[in-house]
């Protein structure tokens, strides 16, 4: 805005605006140029937004992709009932239909956090409740979102092996490599599982709900015992997921 008192807070605002709107991390003279600032300025702000964890630099790929405190300021907005109120009728409605208990949650850093649940009748109590934070990595609805994810800002999320969280037992993923294989599987499939890796005996199927530039805002997701439901009544699931998530999409922004 022309005339602005507090320019360098206002171009930092704009890098964030600009970056959020890619499907991945960026170079710093694309910032320039697609902003109209000078280089020195976008370099100097990108720095300072780095010491506060808003961006990371690749230095590879020389970009900058957005940092946990991006996500985390996002999905802050999204607990200000947004993605909650637009998503709790339709999980109601899910949970009808399936019989099955669902839940809404969104990427929080390198986790997942839970802002829907809805519990079918009859069904046992899950961990997945309301404000509950578990490792995207581990869960369907995580490894969903990631999917979705471009391949640096993946990485620049997961950087090494302290990345990953310990648990006993052992879970099916523990480092990049398997993430990186196990979420090409998912992105082929178009929706993520989990087996026992969260709570042994239970499974969950996952679905990202993306927004208008293809980022994914959100994932739904179905838990059930693993072994009373078998491959044909998946499916079913499925169905019924990949439409609710579209429906989400829909109503949030339009698409």
Do not use: C
């Amino acid at each position: 805005m022309p005339g602005s008192k507090v320019p360098a807070a206002e171009h930092t605002l704009r890098i964030l605006r600009y970056m959020s709107s890619r499907r991945g991390p960026v170079s710093a003279a694309a910032i320039a140029t697609a902003l109209g600032l000078p280089r020195s300025s976008v370099y100097h702000l990108l720095t300072v937004m780095q010491e506060n964890g808003f961006v990371l630099h690749l230095p590879r790929e020389r970009v900058y992709g957005l940092g946990i405190a991006a996500f985390e300021l996002s999905s802050a907005y999204a607990r200000q009932e947004p993605l909650a109120r637009l998503g709790r009728p339709l999980l109601a409605g899910l949970v009808d239909r399936v019989g099955e208990s669902a839940h809404l949650a969104v990427l929080h850093g390198r986790d997942v956090l839970y802002l829907v649940e809805e519990r079918a009748k009859n069904r046992p109590s899950l961990v997945t409740d309301v404000g509950v934070r578990l490792p995207a990595h581990l869960t369907a609805s995580g490894r969903a979102i990631l999917a979705a994810l471009p391949a640096s800002q993946l990485r620049a999320l997961f950087p090494d092996k302290d990345s990953f969280t310990v648990r006993q037992p052992e879970p099916a993923i523990t480092g990049y490599a398997q993430l990186k294989s196990h979420l090409e599987q998912v992105r082929h499939r178009g929706y993520a599982t989990e087996e026992g890796d969260v709570t042994p005996g239970f499974a969950s199927l996952a679905v990202a709900a993306l927004d208008h530039v293809g980022w994914p805002a959100a994932a739904v997701a179905v838990t059930f015992l693993s072994h009373r439901i078998g491959a044909e009544q998946r499916e079913t699931l499925l169905a019924e997921l990949r439409s609710a998530a579209a429906e989400l999409s829909h109503r949030l922004y339009g698409t």
